[in-house]
């Protein structure tokens, strides 16, 4: 589903992507692929999803249809919504709820809250990346959230994550998970204030936007393995 995403992502931008410096060269924008393989490919990872998802809880069966209305809505966004990065986040953070309802065949607050943290944190990391086309983003007349914000953009990076983290700590809270989540979750908040303080400076480049942006793999990870330690 995430590739579909991307492919529909692609398909929804093909006139925007040629008129930005980033993505002028992605296989739809110049040419390379046309409109057919494209739909081609997309049905191709949409059948495989289907029939994934096919095998799981009723519940998570359920719940797949709001995930593809989410990934087919979200690249029609920034023509109307002032801030697109956040309806990333709920695309994204569907993804959540789908992966608890499977495992606990029923969705707990603590799924929510999960399901809100990865909203708040695909704001924060989807915002540094449109730092990139600022520029471009404002010539073709496309919505982000860096040009709705302006120069608190970072501010509002700051605030989305210190979101994220409070309801991860929440969560590690209602689940009785041990200290180790909670470390983790400390040496993530100073990590993360080292990007806002590089952001808040104002001089942010292009090359270092998609560098911070990178560095949220690590997070993701950091996260990940959190958990993982706090539920032992």
């Known amino acids: 589903m995430r590739s579909a995403g991307v492919v529909m992502n692609d398909l929804a931008d093909r006139q925007i992507d040629r008129q930005v410096t980033r993505t002028k060269t992605r296989p739809l924008a110049r040419g390379a692929l046309s409109l057919r393989q494209a739909v081609i490919v997309l049905s191709g990872l949409l059948v495989c999803a289907a029939a994934l998802v096919s095998l799981l809880d009723p519940l998570v ?9 989410l990934a087919a809505i979200y690249p029609f966004t920034k023509r109307f ?10 695309a994204f953070g569907w993804g959540t709820l789908m992966a608890w309802a499977a495992v606990r065949h029923t969705l707990e607050l603590p799924a929510w809250l999960l399901f809100a943290a990865t909203v708040c944190w695909a704001f924060a990391y989807d915002t540094i990346y449109a730092l990139q086309d600022q520029e471009d983003d404002r010539r073709i007349g496309v919505k982000s959230s860096v040009l709705t914000l302006g120069p608190w953009a970072w501010i509002a990076i700051a605030v989305a994550e210190a979101i994220m983290l409070i309801l991860l700590a929440t969560v590690g809270y209602s689940l009785d998970l041990n200290i180790g989540h909670f470390l983790v979750l400390s040496g993530l908040a100073g990590f993360l204030w080292w990007q ?20 949220h793999v690590w997070v993701g990870g ?3 393995v959190g958990l993982w330690v706090g539920s032992v």
């Open 222 to 224: 950091a996260i990940l």
């Open 196 to 215: 806002i303080f590089s952001l808040r400076q104002g001089t942010v480049t292009s090359s270092q936007a998609f560098s911070l942006f990178r560095q």
């Open 61 to 69: 069966i359920a719940l797949s249809p709001i995930a593809l209305v």
């Open 81 to 90: 919504f002032a801030f697109p990065q956040l309806f990333l986040g709920l």
